[in-house]
């Protein structure tokens, strides 16, 4: 027998306990990582490398304060401005459903086209959607969810708005961070509303990084002190701010996992005294043949390491197979886009678990460590 097999066979003497303590690992390595998956996706909004070249100016007052549509003519003057559009939330319902899942924005064609810098059109044509002031452009995540093609109608009952749309797919998109939307002609809002002349929001595409924040500086300045002044900040800038508006997100889902892990750790440790104090009759003896303190110590940690890295394997890959095989777009009704355990988290629970398997250890090798041969051999007599 050598020393691998000496430890393997002390870790797995009682079979139920020690199952019992590679599955509490590894459900608490799942639930880990879980946590902070989510805590990424809800407060690290996707980005692409185009996000930091489009800017959304907004009412300063507040977002559902429209704003008045003869702005344009002031940002078409402004230096840096590569394109700018008009972006208004229609927040309708889709079918018979009471919460849809994806939004719909009215944009202008002919200026919206250069603001889809990463995007392409998988189906159709931009040309027929410009074209037709019927039609929408739909994501490729929508079309697949809901089985809908080129052609089709979609009728959209208004929530923010009184009106409805009935529209007809032009083109379908794909390769944004977000491929569920549904954008269409702002003159056809005009019209449904009675043309008050306002958008929601304006959407531009500056000409690079570098001239971002003094195009956001002209844009403020340019209506400020006006009737209805602007707050322009980045697309990142701007998802931060509904993300802040759950809470203090990082806050509550540390907590939990603080709590996860505590407890963790204790019932490791309770476990693995639990082991050790069954076996200090053993653990006299080979004292008394003449093993070390540290090569006991070695031995217990070695133990401890080992289930501790069994539960872990399972927990973190476990749920690296769980969240990259199952739809979770469909799951949480679209609410969760993307869901993707990256190697830092896993790195992050495997340190977790390498810590607990070193924590777990010291209680039981300070006790074997003040044991005496004579009084381990007392014991369990």
């Known amino acids: 027998m ?11 003497r009682n079979g139920r306990r020690a199952l019992l303590t590679i599955i509490s690992v590894a459900v608490s390595c799942a639930l880990l990582i879980s946590l902070l998956t989510l805590q990424r996706e809800l407060t690290t909004p996707p980005e692409s490398e185009a996000a930091s070249l489009r800017i959304i100016a907004r009412n300063k007052v507040s ?37 849809t899942s994806f939004a719909q924005f009215a944009v202008d064609p002919a200026r919206f086209a250069p603001l889809m810098v990463e995007g392409h059109i998988l189906a159709g044509t931009y040309e027929d959607f410009a074209k037709d002031r019927n039609s929408c452009m739909l994501g490729a995540d929508t079309m697949k969810r809901y089985g809908l093609k080129v052609g089709d109608k979609m009728k959209l009952t208004g929530t923010f708005y009184p009106v409805d749309l009935d529209l007809r797919i032009a083109c379908i998109y794909e390769g944004t961070v977000d491929d569920r939307n549904v954008f269409f002609h ?60 759950l809470g203090n997100v990082k806050l509550l889902i540390g907590s939990i996992s603080t709590v996860v892990v505590f407890t963790l750790v204790l ?7 639990m082991a050790i ?8 003896v080979l ?45 949480t009704n679209g609410f969760l886009v993307y869901f993707e355990v990256t190697p830092r988290i896993m790195a992050t629970a495997g340190i977790v678990a390498a810590l607990l398997g070193i924590i777990a ?13 004579v009084q381990g051999l007392k014991t369990l007599d």
Request: no cysteine; proline share 3%; hydrophobic share 45%.
């Open 287 to 331: 004292k008394a043949l003449g093993f070390k303190r540290r090569e006991l110590f070695s031995f217990i940690l070695a133990e401890s390491f080992g289930l501790a890295g069994l539960g872990a394997l399972l927990g973190i890959g476990g749920s690296w197979l769980l969240w990259s095989q199952i739809d979770l777009q469909k799951l």
């Open 361 to 373: 250890a010291i209680g039981p090798s300070i006790a074997v460590a003040r044991m005496s041969v």
């Open 186 to 245: 702002h003159k056809l809002l005009d019209e449904l509303t009675g043309d008050p002349g306002t958008v929601g929001t304006w959407y531009l595409l500056v000409e690079s990084a570098e001239v971002s924040n003094d195009v956001i500086t002209r844009i403020n300045k340019a209506f400020e002190n006006t009737s209805a002044e602007v707050r322009a900040e980045t697309e990142r800038a701007f998802q931060m701010g509904f993300i802040s508006m």
């Open 63 to 99: 977002l559902a304060q429209p704003l008045p549509a003869r702005q344009l003519a002031t940002l078409d003057k402004i230096p840096g401005i590569v394109s700018v559009s008009p972006f208004s939330f229609f927040g309708g319902n889709f079918r018979e459903e009471t919460v």
């Open 267 to 273: 019932v490791s440790i309770s476990t693995m005294s």
């Open 277 to 284: 104090r069954e076996r200090f009759r053993e653990l006299a």
């Open 2 to 12: 050598n020393v691998a097999t000496f430890v393997a066979k002390n870790a797995l």
